[in-house]
């Protein structure tokens, strides 16, 4: 009998549990549609009443209410064995489950909660555990959302009954948000992360009390979610008002950090069936036969991209989670360092991989052998001596990720950091772990830098030393300060062999042509000026109206000899820009995270605006590098670097600058970044040492090519790095430029509501090697672009002020052959823009209709559109030789009257043009043909022939002599239907061939 309950696939056994279920149900169904005797059942016939039940309310959706009657009348034990039941379907048969009994599940979860059900929190508990990291499947966010909603209708309940489940499920949500926030933006999605921020934060707000119970691990989660805004006002709170949470206990994060999160934590987010196959891979797989466990692991749980991020949890849960016995250490089993070292290698994306790392140390951090356990530190430090040799770059990796975690994570308690990594390391020593420190400080297959960073740290950890003699001793080693405070936890590597970076959002990355040569400001000699540099950004932590002093900051640091040697490379100075302005003001923010409120204009006067004015002006490699290195870290570089420009670009329109007009709005206040990009640019020519010949007062009194020279500037700067950006990843290379532009485009537009046809404007007049038929740039505009911003559009292409698609042929004809695919609006609306601008250009039009028309296998229902577009097309256009001989020579047995329907067309408009078309056509042809032994007439359209005698017959004869038919065409009535047979067979091959050569030599 089939499972009603959960899908069985025809080769597996029946499962135990569904079995138990089921067969209770068909022995005691009847009992339960009846009036309930009042008898006190056995136990077993208890456990079997109970299992009856839950069966009925899963499966039978009509008459779920009843039977929970009938649980009612019985229940005497406050419902434990019926909630204790559904944990265990819950654990073990949910992944399995029928959607209609996923959907009873959560009701019944409910009415237990309703009833203060024994354990319902247990139950509540499991739920949240099938919740998985990294999944964005329909059905994994339907029960997300369902589970939100029923913790926020059920908050009082569940406070009073349960309260430690809402810090359970508040662990949860914080992980999930880190995924979830990535998603699509679409009705179900928003209101799925919107609840889920709600919950989080209303928690964290009323029950901060209760959520001090989770640990350190809290403020790992919360640091991945500081890019959004509700959070990030929660971590002011946290550094700079604790007592806003009003909890007595709490007045530092501190007192959180030195609290271990319990094992419980970790396991919400692994799944009990993720769970069970690690703890067996742990407990009896033999190291050297793990591979296709981990090979079958991988397929089941870590199957998608997007899933890498759940790597971070298993690593969490192996770490703190499962803690093999002795017995097993001293076995030959598979340790637990190798499958986190395996579990790495699975890391494709670089931000995944530090939270990995992050995952990994984050208990050596804040150590404390009074209340951490050893074998939660254990896996990283085997993991490294294990490493050696054969695997010394995961050592190098680890080792450096450790050491720059130490110096940036928290700046400010730095103290508690070193005292944590200095205990970690005495009792790994201590209790054996390993024999001494030798084995890393010695190792003469790690780079000599990274041992003295590493002796460095231990001594800062057994005896600390001020901050300035520990500068003074290593001057070549300095770090940059980094807070977990700032919007993304960043860890800048000086050596450049790894990037490191834990950030909640994917790389948004962006493109680039050749530049124009770098202007670099000033000399600068003095190797201490690169101090000033440092001590510049450090102040402007401290003032944000001082970004004039960044500015000059930015400068002396491109114009050094060799950043470099003095350990502030590109990555570094990026992170601590990132330290000391990130959370005042992030840099690179996403454009729909910033406030669309008209007393802050972030692409006026911010940190962001100032690093772009720099590179735009300097294309320095430097600035370019720092630029790449938050592109690839997830800021979203490309769509800010675009938006500038194109905002450059619209208000150096409104001001006249860019057309062949005098200016009609010149007012410097409705043109800040005009305005402020030039005072910008003068600054910086006049501090490069340039010769100015004349000084400008406003935007009024500057030269039209200066103007249209920094917007166009503006633009290659964005070009540039997305260039870059695709040559040093291979990653990115795998992403077309379109793709990229459209990201970007679609990003911008989210900034105070910016118009696409703004957008589009400024891309195809500035970027049109980029945009020009490009099938994901062109496809954003037909299906983004109302119909009255659409005909503005169309009216510029008419006025050939840019071009849509370019004059590359091959270009058009594949864009033409994608877009058979697209919805109908979307092909009538690319007809439309291609009716414009073909119309008053000299594009091959010849060509594109025999792209569309000589494919072997045209289906004339999807063509429809487009073939109607080209019917459109050609009647507009004048009938050169070239195009009349392409109509003439189309197929006769596609679309057979589209021939005669063109002609009819230009008969009507221009006749006399076409008739000296036909006759050039013919000649030529004929002459091609003379040396082969065909009748060359049956290459000719039949439609087109026949319309053409029926219109000559209705002029009866009367015909002018510029109009006449070679002789050829002009056949008798009698000889009609001869001509007409010889047309019953057309030669598509010969036909293509003799139409490509007449076409090539007449252009």
């Known amino acids: 009998m089939a499972s009603r309950l959960i899908n069985v696939g025809t080769h597996e056994t029946q499962n135990p549990l569904e079995l138990s279920l089921r067969e209770a149900y068909d022995l005691l169904a009847h009992k339960l549609k009846t009036p309930v005797k009042l008898t006190i059942p056995s136990p077993s016939e208890y456990l079997n009443l109970n299992r009856a039940i839950i069966y009925g309310v899963l499966c039978d959706t009509h008459m779920a209410n009843t039977y929970m009657k009938h649980l009612h009348a019985i229940v005497s034990d406050g419902f434990c064995i019926f909630v204790k039941l559904l944990v265990q379907i819950t654990d073990e048969l949910y992944s399995k489950m029928v959607e209609s009994v996923r959907v009873q599940l959560i009701w019944v979860t409910s009415v237990m909660i309703d009833v203060g059900g024994i354990g319902f929190g247990n139950l509540l508990v499991s739920l949240l555990r099938q919740i998985i990291s990294g999944d964005c499947s329909e059905g994994n966010l339907w029960l997300s959302f369902e589970l939100v909603a029923l913790l ?7 406070l009073d009954e349960e309260p430690f489940v809402l810090t359970s499920a508040l662990y949860t949500y914080l992980r999930l948000l880190a995924d979830h926030y990535r998603l699509p933006s679409n009705p179900r999605s928003g209101e799925l992360k919107q609840k889920e921020i709600e919950f989080c934060v209303r928690t964290l707000r009323e029950q901060f009390h209760l959520c001090m119970k989770i640990g350190r691990d809290l403020m790992r989660l919360l640091q991945d979610l500081i890019h959004i805004s509700e959070f990030r006002v929660i971590w002011k709170d946290l550094l700079l008002n604790p007592g806003s949470f009003k909890t007595s206990e709490f007045s530092d994060v501190s007192l959180i950090y030195r609290v271990r999160t319990s094992s419980r934590y970790h396991l919400l987010r692994v799944t009990p069936e993720m769970e069970s196959q690690l703890r067996f891979l742990l407990t009896y797989v033999k190291l050297g036969s793990q591979k296709r466990h981990q090979a079958w692991f991988s397929r089941k749980f870590l199957f998608s991209p997007e899933r890498e991020t759940l790597i971070c949890d298993i690593v969490r849960f192996i770490c703190c989670g499962h803690h093999p016995s002795n017995e097993i250490i001293h076995s030959d089993v598979i340790p637990r360092w190798a499958v986190i070292g395996w579990l790495l290698k699975c890391c494709r994306k670089r931000h995944v991989e530090a939270n990995v790392k992050l995952s990994l140390f984050y208990d050596w951090l804040f150590f404390d052998d009074t209340v951490d356990n050893i074998m939660n530190i254990e896996p990283a430090m085997l993991l490294m001596v294990n490493s050696i040799p054969r695997y010394v770059d995961m050592t190098h990796e680890l080792l450096e990720f450790l050491i720059l975690l ?11 950091i070193f005292k944590g990594v200095s205990s970690a390391l005495d009792i790994l020593v201590r209790k054996g772990v390993i024999r001494s420190l030798d084995v890393l400080t010695s190792c003469d297959l790690l780079s000599p830098l990274l041992r003295d960073m590493l002796q460095e740290l231990l001594f800062r950890t057994k005896a600390p030393v001020p901050l300035d003699l520990q500068a ?7 770090v940059p300060s980094l807070s977990p405070f700032s919007v993304e936890l960043q860890m800048a590597v000086p050596s450049g062999n790894v990037d490191l970076c834990v950030t909640p959002v994917e790389a948004s990355v962006p493109i680039s042509t050749a530049l124009a040569t770098s202007c670099i400001p000033f000399s600068v000699n003095n190797e201490s000026q690169i101090d000033v540099v440092g001590d510049v950004i450090q102040t402007l932590g401290k003032n944000m109206t001082r970004l004039n002093e960044l500015e000059k900051a930015l400068m ?72 790449l290195y938050w592109s690839r870290n997830a800021r979203p570089v490309g769509a800010r670097l675009l938006s500038y420009a194109v905002r450059l670009a619209y208000e150096a329109h409104m001001a006249g600058y860019m057309v062949k007009s005098q200016a009609w709005n010149n007012d410097d206040e409705i043109m800040p970044l005009l305005k402020i990009h030039l005072d910008a640019y003068f600054a910086f020519v006049s501090g490069n040492g340039d010769d100015m010949t004349e000084t400008f007062a406003s935007t009024a009194n500057v030269d039209k090519k200066l103007i249209l020279k920094l917007v166009n500037r503006a633009f290659s700067s964005y070009k540039s790095i997305h260039t870059h950006s695709r040559d040093v990843s291979s990653e990115m290379s795998a992403i077309t430029v379109g793709k990229l532009l459209s990201a970007d485009i679609i990003s911008c537009s989210e900034w105070k509501k910016k118009r696409f046809s703004l957008l589009f404007q400024s891309i ?34 008419g006025l050939k002020r840019f071009s849509i ?28 823009l291609i009716r414009s601008e073909f119309s008053v250009t000299n594009f091959l039009i010849e060509k594109l209709l025999f792209d569309v028309f000589c494919v072997a296998n045209l289906d004339p229902s999807a063509s429809s559109i487009a073939v109607g577009g ?21 197929p006769s047995d596609k679309f057979p009257e589209f021939a005669a329907a063109v002609l009819a067309n230009w008969i009507t408009c221009n006749s006399t043009m076409l008739f000296n078309s036909i006759a050039e056509f013919l000649d030529k042809l004929q002459k091609k043909n003379e040396n082969i032994a065909m009748n060359w007439i049956g290459m000719i359209n039949r439609s087109a022939v026949l319309y053409l005698l029926d219109y000559l017959e209705r002029k009866d004869g009367a015909v002018p002599v510029a109009w006449s038919l070679p002789s ?36």
């Open 152 to 158: 926020m209708s059920k908050w009082d309940l569940i």
């Open 406 to 416: 130490v110096e940036n994570y928290d700046v400010e308690r730095k103290n508690i």
């Open 472 to 478: 003074a001793r290593h001057p070549a080693q300095s």
């Open 556 to 627: 002396l640091y491109v114009n050094h000899d060799s950043s470099e040697a003095c350990g502030l490379s590109p990555e570094v100075l990026a992170c601590k820009l990132d330290t000391e302005l990130g959370l005042k003001c992030e840099l690179f923010a996403p454009l729909e995270c910033l406030p669309n409120t008209g007393d802050f204009d972030d692409e006026v006067q911010s940190g962001t605006a100032v690093i772009i004015r720099t590179f735009i002006f300097s294309q320095h490699p430097r600035i370019r590098e720092m630029l």
């Open 764 to 797: 195809f007049l500035h970027l049109p090697d980029l945009a020009a038929s490009d099938e994901d740039v062109v496809r954003l505009l037909v299906s983004h672009l109302e119909h009255a911003d659409l005909v503005s559009l169309q009216i510029d292409v």
């Open 805 to 832: 698609f370019g004059d590359s042929v091959q270009a058009v004809l594949q864009l033409v052959r994608s877009s058979i695919c697209w919805g109908p609006i979307e092909q009538h609306k690319l007809w439309g």
């Open 870 to 890: 080209l019917l459109t097309l050609c009647s507009s256009c004048t009938p050169t030789p070239e195009l009349v001989g392409a109509v003439m020579l189309l």
């Open 968 to 1003: 050829q065409l002009c056949v008798g009535q009698k000889q009609r239907s001869a001509e007409i047979e010889l047309l019953r067979n057309p030669y598509l091959p010969t036909r293509l061939h003799w139409a490509w050569d007449f076409f090539g030599s007449k252009r």
